[in-house]
Nanobody
Framework: QVQLLESGGGLVQAGGSLILSCSAS????????MAWFRQAPGKEREFVAR???????YYADSVKGRFTISRTNAKNTVYLQMNSLKVEDTAVYYC?????????WGQGTQVTVSS
């Protein structure tokens, strides 16, 4: 059974940083593009960033230049370094494959940015 476990969220002041981690069981990572998504209260879940197996990255315009996605394939782990956080980054953050597999959504990790 494939499982995803997101961690690293928390409460941070605007301008601060957090690093999120996502570990997976099973063979989800092998050869797949992995991505981070987020869902703010009252909004649809949205794409944040993705990284290919070889390390090619792509970011949503809203986070470009502030967030960095990376992965360690040997550890089946994908990361999201978030710098210069803004209040509007407040959301539950999820990882998944890209495109996302509905069966893989986990609990996510809450990121709250205070002003």
């Amino acid at each position: 059974q494939v499982q995803l476990l997101e961690s690293g969220g928390g409460l941070v002041q605007a301008g601060g940083s957090l690093i999120l981690s996502c570990s997976a069981s099973g063979r989800m990572f092998s050869g797949n593009t992995m991505a981070w998504f987020r869902q703010a209260p009252g909004k649809e879940r949205e794409f944040v960033a993705r990284i290919g197996w070889s390390g090619t990255t792509y970011y949503a315009d809203s986070v470009k230049g502030r967030f960095t996605i990376s992965r360690t394939n040997a550890k089946n782990t994908v990361y999201l370094q978030m710098n210069s956080l803004k209040v509007e980054d407040t959301a539950v953050y999820y990882c998944n494959t890209y495109p996302p597999n509905v069966a893989y959504w986990g609990q996510g990790t809450q990121v709250t940015v205070s002003s």
